[in-house]
């Protein structure tokens, strides 16, 4: 008789596979208790690792779940993790691609966690007005330290496993074999003879935690304490302090009050809308062209950035000027970014070379030629764009994309010039175009289909948010900022100060008023647009003078320390001065306008009005696709405050008979050529 082997201990691996991101909805969760279970009464089975795809751990909550009795369908992500805590044998989670929210929350249930250097982990909740709701505000605290941990859920930006490697949040942190790693991690503490290590045993700085709530308390911002988010996520890391049950249970009570708030309604919408206006509609769908190669015409400050932001992307980057000094300027400005990064640790050294040694500064018109994508990026004049793309044409190679980065200008106009229209389109980015998010792809008339898909894909590669929009005037952002300013003028003239609109349209929630926002981009450029169109304006239109008459004094805004306010060491005066006042008392007066103050929420009603009419009009015109990319316009370009969705979102939750009559009223008062919105318009953007 030959004696039986006994068989090697074996670690069971219990996958999450439910692709694209393995969020945690009601079947992985059903997946994971029964695994464990599995696992745990499997005599053969002495660890467990849990581990996810490349791309995931977990990317979390199932968002779509959020509002339907789904998400509350037991097994809930909290039992699935008390399933794991309680399992007498080691469960140690693998972790690549992302760990975030109720994926980080699943980790922090295991015994241990490995991670990938790459991973990346955080606590996104915040950003769509919630907070953890499965553990997370405890056991970071007992992991990481209060302050630690306050400042990764604060701020829901994720962060890289190899950025933790010493927070104690990962017991390894590993570049390569990460099975091999968790595996054999899991096998030692299956050996061990001490209790598996749990986050919710570790005791807790009570000390500690009450400094880091102080603290961070006394640091939230004007928009930080108009989100309950924020306080609610203070609270429940105070409760970590408590015993470990108690502090689970107020972070419960917490998250639950959250759920139904406008807050996370009106962000959970915008959650949705962002991923939807990626999409082409299926009039457009059509495979991108190949692209490796951007050339950006122009290296101003708009310029550089889009170069930037280029470079970023692992982009070959060509960057054409006119004259050397113009191009030396772009160079050094592009450098100072890249040394600045380095500088603060944001990125290596040889990264940043390896990125900037594909810029190729040239003065040379034939270097387009390596290009797949041409973006113009000179001055904002039809005349002066339509000569640049004169010579794109003749320079650039067959089948190049080629845009011009207008903010108002007609794209048909500039195409015309060129004999390939087909491959023209516009790229309005934002300023500074490394940094803002927002990008409109905007489509003319014989824009193919290939050419926006090919815009689209590289605003994604860019990291951007790329929206569609309709050729005209202003686009959707533009046109939309400038009813909404137009009507914070009339205000003025009606019995505002700047400094009362700017403040009501803070407290509402914008990141800057209109009139801080005029000082900072400058009035002057404002005001050539307004000679620009000075000639096709009917007289009859209610038009106001106030910024004509500052530039007349020589008042540009910050640049010259004075505009609508006034600056010392660039920081704006708290009102605004006499003269500003005599300027606006006279606009008034020469309308026969007698001034009595406004309040703030009157102030705020009548921008929003103007917002949602404007948004109605542009909507039926087929300048916006669908009625929510306009709210992730205003909300990723215009510092519209995203715990309020948008304004299209915001009119939806207004009574519908007061939005009829207010816009009446308002249309009313602003006078010839001001152009309601129908209801049947309303009926069709609110829908
Ligand atoms: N719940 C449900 N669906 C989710 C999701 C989640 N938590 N996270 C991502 N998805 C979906 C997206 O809607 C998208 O679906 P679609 O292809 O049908 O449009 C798909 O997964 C891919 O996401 P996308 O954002 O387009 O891919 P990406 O590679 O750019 O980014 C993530 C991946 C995971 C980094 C990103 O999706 C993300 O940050 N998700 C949110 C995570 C989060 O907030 N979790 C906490 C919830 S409380």
Not at 572 to 585: A, H, K, L, N, Q
Request: hydrophobic fraction near 45%; include cysteine; glycine fraction near 8%.
């Amino acid at each position: 008789m030959t004696p039986s082997c006994p068989a090697a201990p074996r670690v069971a691996r219990v996958e999450l596979n439910a692709p694209p991101v393995n969020s945690l909805g009601i079947a992985l969760r059903r997946h994971v208790v029964d695994s464990i279970r599995a696992a745990e009464t499997d005599p053969d089975v002495v660890a467990i690792v849990l581990i996810g795809s490349e791309k995931a751990f977990s990317a979390g909550a199932d968002v779509s779940e959020f509002g339907t009795p789904l998400q509350f369908e037991a097994p809930m992500l909290r039992d699935a993790i008390a399933t794991i805590e309680a399992c007498q044998k080691p469960v140690v989670a693998a972790i690549s691609g992302v760990a975030l929210g109720g994926g980080l929350e699943l980790a922090l249930g295991c015994h241990a966690r490995v991670a990938l250097a790459s991973a990346r982990m955080g606590a996104p909740e915040i950003q769509l007005g919630l907070i953890p709701g499965s553990g997370a505000t405890q056991k970071l605290p007992r992991l990481m330290g209060a302050e630690r941990a306050l400042a990764m859920m604060m701020s829901g930006q994720p962060e890289t496993a190899a950025q933790l490697s010493a927070s104690g949040l990962l017991d390894r942190v590993v570049s390569q074999d990460l099975w091999d790693t968790a595996s054999a991690l899991a096998l030692e503490l299956a050996q061990q003879a001490q209790p598996l290590p749990r986050a919710r045993d570790r005791t807790v700085d009570v000390a500690a935690v009450e400094a880091a709530v102080e603290k961070a308390a006394a640091r939230l911002n004007k928009r930080q304490r108009a989100q309950p988010a924020y306080q609610a996520l203070l609270d429940a890391v105070q409760a970590s302090a408590l015993l470990f049950e108690a502090g689970m249970q107020r972070e419960r009570e917490l998250f639950l009050a959250l759920m139904t708030s406008s807050e996370a309604t009106a962000l959970r919408y915008q959650f949705r809308v962002q991923r939807e206006s990626a999409k082409l509609p299926p009039s457009l769908s059509a495979q991108p062209r190949a692209f490796d190669h951007v050339a950006v015409i122009g290296a101003g400050t708009m310029g550089s950035g889009i170069a930037i932001a280029a470079l970023e992307a692992g982009l070959q980057v060509g960057l054409l000027e006119q004259s050397a000094q113009a191009l030396e300027r772009g160079v050094a400005r592009i450098g100072e970014h890249f040394s600045s990064r380095v500088k603060a640790g944001k990125l290596e050294s040889a990264k940043a070379e390896q990125l900037q040694g594909r810029l190729h500064a040239t003065l040379d018109w034939s270097a387009l030629s390596a290009a797949n994508v041409v973006i113009e990026a000179v001055f904002e004049d039809v005349a002066v764009k339509q000569s640049v793309f004169r010579l794109i044409d003749q320079h650039a190679r067959a089948g190049a994309v080629l845009a011009t980065n207008t903010s108002y200008l007609d794209i048909n106009a500039i195409a015309a010039v060129t004999s390939r229209p087909q491959d023209v389109l516009g790229l309005h980015f934002f300023s500074p175009a490394n940094v803002m998010k927002l990008l409109e792809v905007v489509q003319g008339k014989d824009s193919a289909a290939d050419a926006i898909a090919t815009a689209m894909a590289l605003g994604r590669q860019l990291k951007k948010t790329p929206i569609l929009c309709g050729n005209a005037f202003g686009f959707i952002g533009n046109r939309i900022y400038n009813a909404y300013r137009k009507q914070c003028e009339f205000m003025l003239e009606d019995g505002a100060w700047p400094e009362d609109v700017d403040q009501a349209l803070t407290d509402f929630g914008f990141a800057m008023g209109p009139f801080a926002v005029a000082d900072l981009s400058g009035l002057d450029i404002a005001w050539r647009m307004r000679q620009a169109h000075a000639a096709t304006r009917d007289p009859r239109e209610r038009y106001v003078h106030i910024l004509d008459r500052l530039c007349e004094m020589g008042r540009m805004g910050r640049k010259t320390q004075a505009g609508y306010y006034t600056y010392a060491d660039g920081k704006p005066s708290p009102t605004t001065d006499d003269v500003v006042r005599g300027v606006v008392v006279r606009a008034a007066a020469e309308r026969g306008i007698e001034r009595s103050p406004l309040a703030a929420d009157v102030i705020q009603r009548r921008a929003l009005l103007a917002m949602v009419n404007e948004a109605a009009l542009l909507f039926s015109e087929g300048v916006a696709h669908r009625a929510g990319d306009i709210d992730v316009v205003l909300v990723n370009g215009y510092g519209f405050p995203s715990w309020v969705g948008g304004p299209v979102h915001w009119a939806r939750t207004q009574p519908r008979a007061g939005l009829e009559q207010d816009l009446d009223r308002l249309i009313a008062a602003n006078g010839f050529g001001s152009v309601r919105a129908t209801p049947a318009m309303l009926d069709r953007l609110l829908a």
